[in-house]
C-alpha cells in the first residue's frame, strides 16, 4: 500500500476509548477521506458502540459520515466485553450529547462489500476491534481481498505477551474463528498444500494484510503531557476548560475518557498513561512508513485449553506456507504521537 493524496477509509471498530480517538484523528486528517465506519461489538456491546461512534463523529463535526451496526455477536462463542477498561459505556468517564443521526439502514458487513464493489481498488479497510463484520464480509464476497486496496488489521500479537490471556490479544480473543476466517481469505490463494513457499515477487503481497499487534501498538503510549500539549494547540487547559471559562468540547472529551483509560493502564500496566493501539493502526493506514512489516505466516488457535484466541506466528518458517500476513515488527511511535497531538490539537481549535 502506499499513501495517497487522497486515501479512502472503511473503518471497522468496537468503539471504546482508543477507537474515538482513531476515529478524531481519522477526521483530522486532511488526506483521509472517510467513507463509512461499521460496528463490531467488543469492548462494549454493538449497541453501545454504535451509539458512541455516531456521538464521536458528531463531536467532532462529521455527522455526514455513514454508521452501520453489524453482527451483534462474535461468529461461534459468546459475547465477552470489558467495562473494566473502557468503562461500562465504553467512553471512560465521558459524557457526550445522544447522536442525532440515525444508524444508517445497511448491515455491516454489506456495507463493506457493497463499498468495495462499488469503488474497486479503492477502498483500505481498517479494523479497530474484533474482525466479526470483515469475516462475514468474506464469506459473502470471496472477491473482497482482490476488490479492497488494502486490509490494515489492529490485532494479534505475534511476540509479546497477550493483553486478554496470557498469549491473546483482545480483538482476536474475543472472536478467534473470524479472525482466522481473515487471515486465511485475505493471504495468497492456498492452491494446494504443495504452494510455494517462495516469497512473491512484489515486496508486499496485494492481498496480505498489514497486521498491528501488541508488539507495536503498546510503544504508543499517550501520556498527561501529550494531552497537555494537544490541549495548548487547542487553546485550553489539559481539562478542556478555555482562558474565557469555556470548554473546548473534543478536548473535555479526550480528558474524560482518557483519565478512565489511565487509572485501568495504571492499575494493570504500571503507568499512567494508555496504549492508544487504534489511532497508531488507523494512523499507518493513512501512512504505511509509521511502521516496518514482515511477511510471515500467521494462524489462530481455536483448540487450545489455553491459548485460544493466540495468533500463532510461523518465525522460523517451519511450516512451509506461503505470508498470509505483513506483521508489524517497529513502528515510529514519536513520530506518529507528534502527528496525533498536531492533527487532533488542530481539529480541537477548529471546534
Ligand atoms: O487489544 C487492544 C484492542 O482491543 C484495541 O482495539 C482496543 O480498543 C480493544 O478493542
Ligand atoms: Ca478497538
Not at 95 to 103: F, G, H, S, V
Not at 294 to 316: A, F, M, N, S
Request: aromatic share 6%; with cysteine.
Amino acid at each position: 500500500m502506499s499513501e495517497t493524496a487522497g486515501t479512502h477509509l472503511l473503518v471497522d471498530c468496537d468503539t471504546g476509548i482508543d477507537d474515538s480517538l482513531a476515529l478524531l484523528y481519522a477526521v483530522a486528517s486532511s488526506e483521509c477521506d472517510l467513507v463509512a465506519v461499521t460496528c463490531t461489538a467488543g469492548n462494549v456491546d454493538a449497541r453501545q458502540v454504535a451509539e458512541n461512534t455516531r456521538a464521536v463523529l458528531e463531536l467532532a463535526g462529521r455527522p455526514d459520515v455513514e454508521v452501520a451496526i453489524g453482527r451483534e455477536t462474535p461468529l461461534a462463542r459468546a459475547l465477552v466485553t470489558t467495562p473494566e477498561t473502557h468503562g461500562s459505556r465504553g467512553i471512560g468517564y465521558a459524557e457526550l450529547p445522544p447522536a442525532t443521526k440515525p444508524l444508517s439502514p445497511r448491515y455491516g458487513p454489506d456495507l463493506i462489500v457493497e463499498e468495495a464493489r462499488r469503488r474497486p481498488g479503492e477502498l483500505t479497510l481498517v479494523t479497530l476491534g474484533p474482525l466479526t463484520n470483515v469475516a462475514l464480509a468474506v464469506l459473502r464476497e470471496p472477491e473482497l481481498p482482490r476488490l479492497l486496496r488494502g486490509l490494515v488489521i489492529m490485532g494479534g500479537s505475534y511476540r509479546s505477551p497477550g493483553n486478554t490471556a496470557p498469549t491473546t490479544e483482545w480483538n482476536v480473543n474475543v472472536d478467534p474463528e473470524s479472525a482466522k476466517i481473515v487471515f486465511e481469505a485475505f493471504g495468497p490463494r492456498q492452491v494446494d498444500s504443495r504452494a510455494s513457499t517462495a516469497e512473491p515477487t512484489d515486496s508486499t503481497h496485494p492481498t496480505r494484510p498489514t497486521a498491528l499487534g501488541l508488539d507495536v501498538t503498546e510503544r504508543a503510549r499517550m501520556l498527561p503531557e501529550h494531552l497537555a500539549a494537544l490541549a495548548a494547540r487547542a487553546g485550553c487547559a489539559p481539562d478542556g476548560t478555555r482562558p474565557d471559562g469555556t470548554v473546548n468540547p473534543i478536548v473535555r472529551y479526550l480528558a474524560d475518557a482518557l483519565r478512565f483509560y489511565m487509572e485501568f493502564h495504571s492499575r494493570y500496566d504500571g503507568f499512567y498513561g494508555a496504549f492508544i493501539h487504534d489511532p497508531l493502526a488507523l494512523a499507518t493506514a493513512l501512512d504505511p512508513t509509521l511502521v516496518r512489516t514482515e511477511p510471515l505466516t500467521v494462524d489462530v488457535e481455536l483448540g487450545g485449553r489455553l491459548t485460544t484466541g493466540e495468533t500463532v506466528t510461523d518465525w522460523r518458517r517451519v511450516w512451509g506456507r506461503p505470508p498470509n500476513v505483513d506483521v508489524a515488527v517497529e513502528a515510529d511511535s514519536t513520530r506518529f504521537m507528534a502527528r496525533f497531538i498536531e492533527r487532533v490539537g488542530d481539529l480541537a481549535a477548529r471546534r
